[in-house]
């Protein structure tokens, strides 16, 4: 049998970071991170104001966590369809929202 990542036993918490309201007001986006059995991920939710959905967008492990309210880790595109993440290996992640697409790109 495999070791259980302590974070697992411990519960290690989730941590919300960089939390941005979109452009027109009615969503808003955070960084999540999370222990997993793989080790922490940090994933893209987003929350909408309106009904209170939630949206979890997982690129595939890439994205950087936030520091706490500093913020910095991604940002709105000002037409509110897209967003743009910082990933750890120093590129970026472009999601567009309309088609629920990640991409990452340089």
């Known amino acids: 049998m495999a070791p259980v990542p302590l974070d697992l036993c411990t519960g290690g918490g989730t941590t919300v ?19 997993t059995a793989a080790g922490r991920r940090t994933e893209l939710r987003i929350w909408d104001l ?8 997982d690129c595939g492990g890439v994205l950087a966590a936030g520091r706490g309210l500093a913020g910095g880790a991604h940002a709105w595109h000002p037409d509110g369809n897209e967003i743009l993440a ?21």
Not at 89 to 99: A, F, H, K, P, Q
């Open 50 to 57: 309106r009904d209170g959905s939630e949206s979890v967008i």
């Open 86 to 106: 910082c990933t750890v290996s120093g590129s970026v992640v472009r999601v567009r929202l309309r088609s629920g697409s990640a991409e990452v790109t340089d």
């Open 17 to 35: 970071s960089d939390p941005l309201l979109d452009p027109s007001g009615t969503r808003v986006s955070a960084l999540v991170t999370h222990a």
